[in-house]
């Protein structure tokens, strides 16, 4: 059954005077209401989907392949805040957008280390192209790792994608199909020919056994160029 339910973009600005942000898919279309008009004291909760499929979340078969029609773009001419946030019904999770600092072209991928093999447990991480003629390669995992898709599990060392502006990839793999799978993707490298965003985390992860419970732990990262190496 479909774990996440009811999810919503949130913007909010301190700037006073109101300004448009459109909200627009991977491919251009913009979502229903777009642009909306905001300022300070007057946010706007832009409804994304009740479940899943959604703009913001893909059926297992559309895992690990390059998809047109996903992800959001927002833009407006001021400075606002943008935060993507999901409910289901034991679990929440809010990822906050990080704007133009969250692009890149290496990045290190986070995810929990899990100690339980459950089918409800899993790695994911998502990379969206900015730039027609992307290349996108994910490397530097285990290579035990077994990753899930839509025409069936992916034992490569490394994978290369190649996007044009608006494209995405989600990867995913499940902590009960390779004993790799637990703690094997945390760490792994993304690397890209022109700038990216990227998505990473669990969907559902935990760090002990089942019955310790398992949440969203999902967040935009910032790449290699932002953090240096302190």
């Known amino acids: 059954s479909s774990v996440v339910e009811d999810h919503y973009i949130y913007l909010s ?4 005077v ?15 209401g777009s ?3 905001i300022s300070n004291g007057n946010p706007v909760r832009v409804t994304i989907g009740s479940g899943e499929p959604s703009t913001m979340f893909i059926s297992n078969s559309d895992v690990n392949i390059v998809k047109s029609d996903k992800g959001l773009i927002l833009e407006g001419s001021k400075d606002f805040y943008a935060t993507f946030k ?19 072209t290496q990045f290190r991928l986070g995810s929990i280390p899990q100690d339980y093999g459950g089918n409800i447990r899993n790695f994911v991480s998502s990379f969206m ?9 994910l490397s530097d995992y285990n ?15 490394t994978q290369t994608f190649n ?19 637990l703690k094997g993707f945390v760490g792994a490298l993304l690397t890209s020919t022109k700038p990216i965003a990227v998505i990473t985390g669990n969907a559902l992860g935990g760090f002990l056994t089942q019955n310790d419970g398992q949440d969203f732990c999902l967040d935009q990262i910032v790449s290699y160029e932002q953090i240096g190496n302190e």
């Open 129 to 137: 192209a900015t730039e027609d003629g992307t290349q996108v390669i």
């Open 86 to 104: 999901i409910r289901a019904a034991n679990h929440a999770e809010i990822v906050v957008s990080k704007g133009i600092p969250g692009i890149g």
């Open 18 to 32: 109101p300004f448009s942000v459109t909200v627009k898919r991977g491919n251009g279309t913009q979502v229903q």
């Open 143 to 157: 290579t035990g790792v077994v990753f899930t898709s839509g025409t069936g599990d992916i034992g490569l060392d």
């Open 35 to 37: 642009p909306f008009t």
């Open 163 to 181: 996007l044009n502006k608006g494209q995405t990839v989600v990867v995913s793999g499940y902590s009960d199909v390779n004993v790799n799978n």
């Open 13 to 16: 600005t301190p700037e006073p």
